[in-house]
């Protein structure tokens, strides 16, 4: 297991190659899956980058796990979780996405362990050196054979993306908008920037962050008890009116009656 070390000269962990996985029995992967670690080091982190990061992080977080929590196929979404891809530096991108695995917490991804690699990741981008997010992740992430790629400039307010053209293409190439959209042939889903929002698209159903749902949640009992209080009144009218229909049916009665025994005592008086 090879093992690069930062700049302070510490040693930074290294997933081991896919044949030395493959060699190892099942006691030994699970060693190797328990020894590495759960977190970065400062070394590979970037600065913190305040609210508009992550604000912008989990927006598309709760957005992304909403919508896949209630889709046929499974996905696990993710946010800034160490990755180690087989004998590659590790590193934890701000969102990423895979399909067909449990959608379980996890505090790591180890490509070999799970069998499966990253199928979309996004960086969102707010100060800095934009190198990192825009030219060395867009080579890493296409060596790896990630699907897509996608960055949120917050700075900028801009939305880039990148796809491979091929499984095996090792190079992405540059997704251009169709009015304003970018489509994610991997999500299933289209992506839009709104304002200073990054706004997901299922077709033409705009798919609502967790406070705009209660917003909309709220909103709809509030119409359903005017509904029901409206629907109240109109029964307490209904059987106002039934009621005073009665009253009024048995008063003709009452004069019915009275008007036949009248009758019956004028036509006794006359034999």
Known sequence: MGRPTDEGGAAIPRAPSQDAWDRMNPEERARVVESLPAEVTYAEMAPPEGDRHQWAKFRALDVLRGYFGHQRRTAYVGSELPVYYPDERRFAPDLLVV???GA????????????????WVMEVHVGGDRKKDAEFNVRRYARLGIPEYFIYDRSRERLEAYTLASPGAGVYVRMEPTQGRYV???LGLELELVGDRLRFWAGNALLMESDEL???MRERIAWLEQRADE?????????????????????????????????????????
């Open 99 to 101: 399909f067909d695995v």
């Open 104 to 119: 379980h917490p996890r505090e790591k991804w180890l490509v070999s362990h799970e069998g499966r690699g990253l199928d």
């Open 184 to 186: 994610s042939r991997v």
């Open 214 to 216: 209660i917003v909309r």
């Open 231 to 271: 629907e109240a009144h109109l029964r307490e009218d209904e059987i106002r009116r039934r009621e005073e229909e009665s009253r009024r049916r048995e008063d003709a009665e009452r004069r019915v009656a009275e008007l036949q025994a009248e009758l019956e005592r004028v036509r006794a008086s006359r034999k």
